[in-house]
């Protein structure tokens, strides 16, 4: 069960600066275990060697009631963006929570991760490398409830390093040691898990997640109307027909976090009205098996 297409890893090419981009096309991990869940949430980094490194969640099989600390940070290496070779162990995994959204970058010397621990307010994970491999977790990195880690770091120049995450509006926080940040810093977007690239001085590109309104979003929904339904959705989403009498399901935002679950028996549809507007992840459970739907809410 599940999608074919649902958060499958794919990659486009720039070569303007961000302006155009050429057709997606899907990565390939090479040696990946059979029975790892398909890679989600990517972030790149750049290897002095021209190649890259691209750093994803997975777990050991599928977690049976969604996201939970089976979800670990693994890594793959690729000379041309497309195709990676799979380098054992993770990266980084907490005993008692899921690690998720990654974003790693060298600075000064070092490798640094972060990834949200939950809850805006439960701040981020951080852990450091000396070689991008092996990583030691250090102190969590404290937040508040409007500025949540999901996003990534910025490499700004040799004295400063920056993180962009979500909130009420896309904010920016940086540090000169990799340690202690400097506050936050909102910017005029709206939107979530930004990633950012500085292309010039005083010139930076950004890509988030927007509004349902975005192109893309639309294209996506029209491919998943025969799945869940009406898509976007206002008040009530039903389910397919082929599901048993009984079902759990959890809904996830954007950033990752848990904003709905339950069960539900027939008639088969789930309350949406009380969502903020944006996309969302919806997984249903049916006796251990679980399918996934993204879906907008108005």
């Not at 030691?136 to 999901?150: G, I, K, R």
């Not at 005083?202 to 309104?213: K, L, R, T």
Request: hydrophobic letters at 35%; aromatic letters at 14%.
């Amino acid at each position: 069960m599940g999608s074919l297409t649902w958060d499958r890893v794919a990659v486009k090419f720039s070569y303007n600066a961000g302006s155009t981009w050429t057709t997606p096309v899907p990565i390939v991990v090479n040696g990946l275990p059979v029975n790892y869940q398909r890679p989600f949430d990517p972030t790149l980094a750049r290897l002095n060697n021209d190649s890259l490194r691209i750093y994803f969640s997975s777990s050991d099989g599928i977690p049976p009631m969604g996201l939970d600390s089976t979800i670990n940070t693994y890594s793959a290496i690729s000379s041309d963006g497309i195709n990676y070779a799979f380098e054992p162990g993770a990266r980084f995994d907490h005993p008692t929570n899921k690690v998720i959204d990654p974003a790693v970058l060298f600075f000064n010397g070092l490798w640094h991760y972060t990834c949200p621990i939950g809850p805006p307010q439960a701040g981020a994970f951080h852990a450091t490398s000396t070689d991008g491999l092996s990583f030691v977790q250090q102190p969590d990195l404290p937040s508040d409830s409007a500025h949540n880690w999901t996003g990534n770091l910025l490499y700004d120049n040799n004295a400063l390093m920056k993180f962009y995450g979500s909130g009420p509006s896309i904010w920016h926080n940086s540090t000169s040691d990799g340690f202690n940040y400097n506050g936050y810093i909102a910017t005029n977007l709206t939107g979530g898990d930004p990633t950012t690239v500085k292309i010039a001085p005083n010139n930076y590109f950004i890509i988030f997640v927007g509004p349902p309104y975005i192109t893309n979003i639309n294209e996506n929904v029209e491919r998943e109307n025969d799945a869940v339904f009406p898509n976007p959705v206002s008040e009530s989403l039903s389910l397919p027909e082929n599901f048993g009498s009984e079902i759990e399901f959890t809904i996830y935002d954007a950033s990752g976090k848990l904003v709905k679950k339950g069960k539900q028996i027939m008639p088969k549809s789930i309350e949406v009205h009380d969502l903020a507007p944006g996309w969302y992840l919806l997984n249903v459970f049916v006796n251990g098996d679980f399918s996934n739907y993204r879906f907008v809410k108005n």
